[in-house]
């Protein structure tokens, strides 16, 4: 099993139509080929961490970096996990219209983003901390923090 | 459509014969026998004037695409349709003109192709020129070359940048003027692009009027004419020198500067403006034995004792979402798996570039590990020198007690004995003075003491913790080593009357014989309470869960000076004797109980009741 964490940008806005499509989409999909993580979007700034075995990730990960949506596609960390850390997998993102996104599966604000698990490294739990700052800015990222004290 | 036929009879040029496609022209209203002036219908009065001079001057006359709106139906506005007109007298025999014959061919196809033809040579001119203007006010040399890679056309920039004269053969010249280091490059790849039928983009060293060769950037697409057959190529010339340099100067500076940070012993590394880090040098592999790749992006917080890695990223985090300087002393492990304590530093750089982190990780770990021997030593130096100058005064005081007895008896002595030899008699004196003398001496010593530790002080209002957190601060060392907890609980009695001194020279032996008699195989749990009795009288309790010890069989007095409950534990045997003195001589004392193995409770009656 590995994992895997990306930064990308949109390469136009994403509407909230967009983004619930996406979501539904990449759950689906994720689903079916047992892929978990989590997806950060915001203002065009885009993060992902999946994880899942080898040979569905690498293939997974050509098509994403392919996809014509987002470009300048960076890979941050490629490597071999033990566990996984996330259930499932969901979306961060601020809708315009948040209310109808509430009850949507998988879909969550950015502030109520759980503290990276205590499955994952230190220095990966700093990565996830960093590419959430990175798409969100300060703002959102105290929350986050509360893991490291842990 | 057929051809529109009329015949006008007469002078009044009256319609005669009218054949349907004329009809359809002249609309409805028109019928045989009508004069034209009366019932024009579709006929312009401009048309009108020209039958009747045609008529007139017996002379037919041809109009090319003459306009004639149609007649229309409803409110429809009538289209403009344009005939060729043909107005052709007719004669009687060789008589005079007896009426007209009127032709009238639809063109409005034709017409409206011409039209549109003219409006677009005029498009066509206005963009040429536009395209001739922008081509020639661009800073670029434009070009075209066809596919026998001759030139169609340079832009005026060629002649003024090259100094050539506009008689210049351009496909002789264009290649000379390429830098001799270039030139079999350019031509090769500009050869292949044709042979291919692509564009092209390189750069290369043209020589500008002036001798200098100037970096250019050649940049051509094809012109294809049918697919795969390409016949012109149109590209332009950037003048790209000043770039080049820059960046050439750029690469070089970073190279020079990664040189340099590669040459240092010491860890430096840079960082993005997400924090992630993108260079490390290359004594950071030598020091963690661990690739860049390893390393990875936050790879460097592996590096820290696992401790410390929560707080260092948490630092990391807050520095990089407030771009504020990041320092602080870490361990951090070496190849051989050793840590050494560093100092960690980054700043954010920020430039035209965006902002960008370095960092450097300094060892400080001999610094840092003589620092600590050196304060523990100087703590252990200053606790005994406390010690003995306690120790000092104490015994100073104590001394007194037997020189005064030995003066009483000596005095009885002199009083009751005799002395027959003079020369007794003298020792006598001497002895005296000796004893004199020793008085004087432990008096000094006293006032000495005295004097230098403030044990002299009046007695104030003192507030235990505070006192307690000052000897405790001096006892860090001791403490952090022994991993002992320390409760205090100054709540029932939180203020002490005493001597300052002697309240810290109290709680210091009692701590620190605490901490030193730690049982090694638990941490050390220390309780320090203050209470009332019954009787309102203040109580300090210390108790510890250290390795206690052998009480003797009777109540008191425990302590000797210089006896020592655990020899293989360093110590001048004082401590515990000086507390004692300290307690009695202000009135109070001293009670203990204690286990082997499991701890010793010290309770202090301040004052008796």
């Known amino acids: 099993m590995i994992h895997i964490v990306y930064m990308s940008r949109a390469v136009r806005p994403l509407s909230d139509q967009d983004l619930q499509e996406l979501l539904m989409q990449c759950r689906r999909?994720?689903?079916?080929?047992?892929?978990?993580?989590?997806?950060?979007?915001?203002?065009?700034?885009?993060?992902?961490?999946?994880?899942?075995?080898?040979?569905?990730?690498?293939?997974?990960?050509?098509?994403?970096?392919?996809?014509?949506?987002?470009?300048?596609?960076?890979?941050?960390?490629?490597?071999?996990?033990t566990v996984r850390s996330f259930s499932d997998w969901s979306m961060a993102f601020h809708p315009l219209e948040p209310s109808g996104f509430e009850a949507l599966q998988g879909f969550l604000l950015p502030h109520h983003l759980p503290p990276p698990p205590s499955s994952l490294s230190i220095a990966d739990s700093l990565l996830v901390d960093l590419v959430k700052l990175a798409v969100f800015g300060a703002e959102e990222v105290p929350a986050g923090l509360g893991a490291l004290d842990a | 459509m057929p051809a529109g036929v009329a015949t006008l009879q007469g002078a009044e040029l009256r319609y005669g014969?009218?054949?349907?496609?004329?009809?359809?022209?002249?609309?409805?209203?028109?019928?045989?026998?009508?004069?034209?002036?009366?019932h024009p219908g579709a006929i312009p009065t401009d048309l009108l004037e020209v039958m009747r001079q045609v008529y007139d001057a017996d002379r037919p006359f041809v109009a090319k695409a003459y306009c004639l709106p149609l007649p229309t139906t409803a409110d429809e506005k009538p289209a403009p349709r344009y005939f060729d007109i043909a107005l052709e007298p007719v004669h009687e025999g060789d008589g005079p003109v007896s009426g007209l014959l009127l032709f009238a061919v639809d063109v409005t196809v034709q017409e409206e192709a011409r039209q549109r033809a003219h409006h677009l040579s005029i498009e066509t001119r206005r963009l040429d020129t536009r395209l001739r203007v922008l081509t020639e006010t661009v800073p670029q040399i434009t070009f075209t070359v066809d596919a026998d890679s001759r030139f169609e056309y340079v832009s005026p920039q060629w002649y003024y940048f090259t100094g050539q004269p506009p008689t210049a053969d351009l496909n002789a010249i264009w290649p000379?003027?390429?830098?001799?280091?270039?030139?079999?490059?350019?031509?090769?790849?500009?050869?292949?692009?044709?042979?291919?039928?692509?564009?092209?983009?390189?750069?290369?060293?043209?020589?500008r009027h002036d001798g200098q060769y100037r970096w250019m950037l050649s940049r051509a697409l094809p012109e294809l004419h049918a697919p795969d057959q390409a016949v012109f190529w149109h590209g332009a010339l950037t003048e790209v020198h000043d770039q080049r340099e820059l960046a050439d100067a750029l690469r070089r500076g970073e190279a020079e500067l990664r040189f340099l940070a590669d040459s240092i012993p010491e860890l430096i590394w840079t960082a993005t403006a997400e924090g992630f880090i993108d260079y490390y040098n290359h004594y950071t592999g030598e020091y963690s034995g661990l690739t860049k790749e390893e390393l990875g992006p936050t790879g460097w917080i592996n590096l820290l004792e696992p401790s410390e890695q929560a707080g260092a990223a948490r630092r990391w985090v807050q520095s990089i979402a407030t771009g504020l300087p990041y320092e602080g002393l870490f361990r951090m492990r070496r190849h051989d798996g050793r840590y050494r304590w560093h100092i960690i530093r980054a700043r954010q750089l920020t430039?035209?570039?965006?902002?960008?982190?370095?960092?450097?990780?300094?060892?400080?770990?001999?610094?840092?590990?003589?620092?600590?021997?050196?304060?523990?030593?100087?703590?252990?130096?200053?606790?005994?020198?406390?010690?003995?100058?306690?120790?000092?005064?104490?015994a100073s005081h104590d001394l007194?007690?037997?020189?005064?007895?030995?003066?009483?008896?000596?005095?009885?002595?002199?009083?009751?004995?005799?002395?027959?030899d003079p020369e007794e008699g003298e020792i006598?004196?001497?002895?005296?003075?000796?004893?004199?003398?020793?008085?004087?001496?432990?008096?000094?010593?006293?006032?000495?003491?005295?004097?230098?530790?403030?044990?002299?002080?009046?007695?104030?209002?003192?507030?235990?913790?505070?006192?307690?957190?000052?000897?405790?601060?001096?006892?860090?060392?001791?403490?952090?080593?022994?991993?002992?907890?320390?409760?205090?609980?100054?709540?029932?009695?939180?203020?002490?009357?005493?001597?300052?001194?002697?309240?810290?020279?109290?709680?210091?032996?009692?701590?620190?014989?605490?901490?030193?008699?730690?049982?090694?195989?638990?941490p050390l749990h220390l309780t320090v309470r203050s209470s009332l009795t019954d009787a309102?009288?203040?109580?300090?309790?210390?108790?510890?869960?250290?390795?206690?010890?052998?009480?003797?069989?009777?109540?008191?007095?425990?302590?000797?000076?210089?006896?020592?409950?655990?020899?293989?534990?360093?110590?001048?045997?004082?401590?515990?004797?000086?507390?004692?003195?300290?307690?009695?001589?202000?009135?109070?004392?001293?009670?203990?109980?204690?286990?082997?193995?499991?701890?010793?409770?010290?309770?202090?009656?301040?004052?008796?009741?």
């Open chain 1, 29 to 81: 999909d994720n689903a079916a080929h047992n892929v978990t993580g989590v997806l950060f979007y915001s203002h065009g700034n885009i993060a992902q961490l999946i994880e899942g075995e080898k040979e569905v990730l690498e293939p997974l990960f050509e098509t994403i970096s392919r996809d014509g949506r987002h470009s300048n596609v960076i890979k941050l960390v490629d490597k071999p996990i």
């Open chain 2, 428 to 522: 006598v004196g001497m002895l005296d003075e000796a004893l004199l003398q020793l008085d004087i001496t432990l008096q000094d010593l006293a006032a000495t003491v005295q004097e230098q530790r403030g044990l002299s002080a009046p007695v104030e209002a003192l507030d235990l913790r505070s006192v307690a957190d000052e000897v405790l601060l001096g006892l860090r060392a001791q403490v952090q080593e022994a991993e002992a907890t320390v409760s205090l609980d100054f709540e029932a009695a939180p203020t002490l009357t005493y001597g300052r001194a002697n309240l810290r020279s109290i709680l210091h032996n009692l701590f620190s014989n605490a901490l030193k008699f730690a049982d090694p195989a638990r």
């Open chain 2, 351 to 394: 430039d035209e570039r965006g902002p960008r982190w370095f960092g450097t990780c300094t060892d400080v770990d001999d610094q840092y590990r003589l620092r600590e021997v050196l304060q523990t030593q100087y703590d252990e130096l200053a606790r005994t020198n406390r010690d003995l100058d306690t120790f000092v005064y104490t």
């Open chain 2, 176 to 207: 000379l003027l390429i830098h001799p280091d270039d030139r079999l490059r350019v031509l090769y790849q500009s050869d292949t692009a044709r042979a291919s039928g692509v564009g092209w983009s390189y750069e290369y060293r043209l020589r």
């Open chain 2, 400 to 420: 007194k007690q037997p020189v005064l007895n030995l003066r009483g008896l000596f005095d009885e002595l002199r009083r009751s004995a005799s002395f027959d």
């Open chain 2, 536 to 609: 309102g009288q203040p109580v300090l309790t210390v108790q510890d869960n250290g390795m206690g010890m052998e009480l003797p069989g009777r109540p008191a007095p425990v302590f000797q000076p210089f006896a020592r409950q655990h020899p293989h534990i360093a110590g001048a045997g004082v401590g515990m004797y000086l507390v004692q003195r300290i307690v009695a001589s202000r009135g109070g004392h001293l009670q203990v109980s204690s286990t082997v193995g499991e701890g010793t409770t010290f309770t202090i009656h301040w004052f008796e009741s």
């Open chain 2, 17 to 38: 014969f009218v054949n349907e496609a004329m009809q359809a022209v002249l609309g409805p209203a028109v019928r045989e026998g009508d004069a034209v002036a009366e």
